[in-house]
Structure formats: structure tokens, C-alpha cells
């Protein structure tokens, strides 16, 4: 599904030899490697403040924290994502409610939202999905009329750009009041560990997180409020310094990558291909243009709409290429996520993608030949 060493082939000498710097300086734990990253990361976001941490689940988590959440207050997020971002609501002891997607774009309904919003409601966490933008217009004109919080979870996303409607483009993991990413080796700015960081532009809060990363010391051994132990160590961030200058050149591979696979699939029958409808850029969505940077890819995912999905699985696994499901098992059937407020009806959308989506080989990487012979093993199956 992705290919990390043919990577890491193009910057093996910087990266070799910045890890060895870090090991001689023996500066392992916030050095100025991980000052530097972050420093670099404000700058290429545009974002006022970056606190780099331990992962992504952690940065969502401490972001929740910050805000002052308490135990009661309802926290509205995607029925469809990765299980990260229900978990940490949970773990708070927060009210998760989850809402159903949009089919297009995989991503939060701004509908599903206004119908799930009580007086409890404090927070919508937003995911920016496979890497394409949410509706984040629309998501912050309802927190806005609602007084509540918007934290995005970038994990997917990072180096998006979304356009709002008044035509202003912002970095996302920069337009909500705090965001969360990751840096999973296989997310598109990954690092070869765990790493992950929350980003905001407000001073206070950033404060605040600054000390709840820390066991919520704002000064040496005065704990102030109860905080985690949550970092980023150096050799990590030397790995980003190198990676950060080329990530807009990977997320343009990616994107390169999943133009071929739209184009070789186009008009097949049965199967839909992503739709990136942030861009503006033109009107056909299902074709994807230079400038469509609205989508990293950090998946690409198709729905196979006739009902062979799994045997399409089972196909691409035979002829030895990779595939993925994400995901699928709704959140609100999961075990742990189970509430009687759930209605089956209320998720028409997930329980239907759950059944369709497969997610093909992503990466930086990619070349025409895979590509080539993964969209003829798919046409031909489906063909069939
Ligand atoms: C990867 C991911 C996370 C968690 O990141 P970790 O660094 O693995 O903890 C959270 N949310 C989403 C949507 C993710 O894809």
C-alpha cells in the first residue's frame, strides 16, 4: 500500500546524517530539532503556534483537554473514520455523537451536524478524510451560530489546502480553533516512529497546551493542571526537517497517481471514482486537475456499487497487490461505541460505504507500469 523505502532512498543521505548529528549531540528530547520543526511547520501551515507530541490520538486528546471540555459535554464527530478520534472523546469522559457522511466526499454531513446539536453540544471534530478538505464553510458558520468549538483532525490532510467559498485559501489543521495531525510513517508527512502535533492560533490555548503536553508544568515541577507526557523526540523531527520541504512534491505524486487511476477508470461501470469537489477548479468532479490541492490523497478510494466488493478484494490479493478497507465497521456499531441514542437510519451513508469502499496502492512512488496493471486487474474483474 505504500511504498516508505523507495522514499526515504531519495533523502537517505540527509536524513543518515542528520540522525547522527542528533545522536552526537545527545540532545534527544526537545533539542533544537524539534524547536526547529515546529518553528518550520508554523511557516509552511501559517499557523500562529504548532506543539509537536508523542501521535496523532495523543494531539487530538491534549487539543480536546485544552479547550476545557468536561465530562457530559457532547462532542459531534464522523461515524466513518478511523477509531482515534471517537476513542479520545470517550476517554474523556465527553459524550461522542456520531453523525453520518457525505457520499461524495466521504466526509462529516454539515446536515447530519445541525440535526445532532443540543444544548450539551460543545465541539464538532471534523475529519479531513482520505486527505480531501470537509465542508469547512459550512462547519464553521454552524459552530459559529452555535458558540461551539471546531477541532480538525489533519491526520489525513496535512499540506490541504481548502478554498472557501469567499475564495480566501487556507492550509487546513489552520481554520478551526485547534487541530491534531499525525506523523505515522504512512501518513503523507510521516516520520519513521510515532510523532504527531496540534496547531492553533490562539495564544492562550496554545499556552495552556504547551503546559498539558508537559504533565501540565508552565513551571519546573509546579503541576497546575493535570497533564500527559506527549513528545516528539529529536530524531523524529530531524526525519520531518528533511521530509517537510519535499511534502507539497509528495502530495503532488499522490495526487498525479490518483488522476491515472481516475482516468483509467473512468466510465467503468460499477465503479465510482473519488470525487474532489473543494477545489472550484472546474465542474467535472470526478476528474481531478492540477490544481485540485483541496485532496492530498492520503487514500484512494473507490466504490464498487455492485456488490463485489470483497471478491474484489480477494481478486487484487490473488494477482499480489495490495488493497485496503477503510473502514469497515461503522463507529456507532462498534462494541466500545455502542449508545441507545444510535438509530440505524440515521446512517444510511456509512452503512452503505462500509460495503463499497476499497482503497488501492498510495504513495509517492507510484509508477505507470502499477498503475497500469492494478487499474486493468480491477476493470477486467469487474468487467467480468
Ligand atoms: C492516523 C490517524 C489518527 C491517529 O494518529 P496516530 O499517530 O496513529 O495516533 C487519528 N485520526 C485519523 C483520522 C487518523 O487517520
Redesign the pocket.
Known amino acids: 500500500m505504500v511504498d516508505l523505502k523507495g522514499q526515504y532512498e531519495q533523502i537517505k543521505d540527509q536524513v543518515d546524517s542528520s540522525i547522527s548529528e542528533v545522536i552526537n549531540s545527545t540532545a534527544f528530547i526537545n533539542g533544537p530539532e524539534v524547536h526547529a520543526f515546529q518553528k518550520e511547520l508554523e511557516d509552511y501551515l501559517d499557523v500562529k503556534h504548532v506543539i509537536p507530541c508523542a501521535?496523532?490520538?495523543?494531539?487530538?486528546q491534549i487539543a480536546m483537554m485544552g479547550l476545557g471540555l468536561e465530562p457530559g459535554d457532547e462532542v459531534i464527530t464522523a461515524d466513518f473514520?478511523?477509531a482515534?478520534?471517537v476513542e479520545v472523546i470517550a476517554l474523556l469522559r465527553l459524550t461522542p455523537v456520531l453523525v453520518d457522511v457525505d457520499p461524495d466526499s466521504f466526509n462529516i454531513d454539515p446536515e447530519a451536524i445541525k440535526k445532532a446539536i443540543t444544548p450539551k453540544t460543545k465541539a464538532i471534530v471534523p475529519?479531513h478524510?482520505f486527505g480531501q478538505t470537509a465542508n469547512m464553510d459550512q462547519i464553521m458558520s454552524i459552530a459559529k451560530e452555535h458558540n461551539l468549538f471546531v477541532i480538525e483532525?489533519n491526520?489525513?490532510g496535512i499540506g490541504a489546502n481548502y478554498k472557501f467559498d469567499n475564495g480566501k485559501v487556507t492550509k487546513t489543521g489552520a481554520i478551526g480553533h485547534v487541530a491534531?495531525t499525525?506523523?505515522?510513517p504512512s501518513?503523507n508527512l510521516g516520520c519513521y516512529g510515532?510523532?504527531?502535533a496540534i496547531f492553533t492560533n490562539d495564544d492562550d490555548l496554545a499556552h495552556t497546551i504547551r503546559g498539558i503536553v508537559n504533565h501540565g508544568m508552565y513551571k519546573r515541577y509546579h503541576h497546575d493542571v493535570v497533564g500527559v507526557n506527549s513528545r516528539l523526540d529529536s530524531i523524529q523531527a530531524t526525519i520531518l526537517r528533511a521530509k517537510l520541504p519535499n511534502l507539497d512534491h509528495y502530495n503532488n505524486a499522490r495526487r498525479a497517481a490518483a488522476r491515472k487511476y481516475s482516468n483509467a477508470f473512468a466510465g467503468i461501470e460499477h465503479i465510482i471514482t473519488p470525487r474532489v469537489e473543494g477545489n472550484h477548479c472546474n465542474t467535472d468532479h470526478n476528474t481531478i486537475c492540477d490544481t485540485c490541492d483541496c485532496h492530498v490523497f492520503?487514500q484512494y478510494t473507490l466504490r464498487i456499487t455492485n456488490d463485489k466488493r470483497d471478491d474484489l478484494v480477494q481478486h487484487l490479493n490473488d494477482n499480489g497487490i495490495p488493497c485496503g478497507v477503510y473502514y469497515p465497521i461503522p463507529l456507532h456499531s462498534q462494541k466500545a461505541y455502542q449508545d441507545d441514542r444510535y438509530n440505524e437510519a440515521d446512517f444510511p451513508i456509512t452503512n452503505q460505504l462500509i460495503n463499497e469502499v476499497i482503497s488501492l496502492p498510495m504513495h509517492t512512488e507510484l509508477d505507470d507500469e502499477q498503475i497500469d496493471f492494478i487499474t486493468k486487474t480491477v476493470i477486467d474483474f469487474v468487467n467480468k
Open positions: 501521535n496523532g490520538t495523543d494531539a487530538l473514520t478511523f482515534a478520534t475529519v478524510l483532525d491526520a489525513q491534531s499525525s506523523f505515522f501518513k510515532d510523532g504527531g492520503h
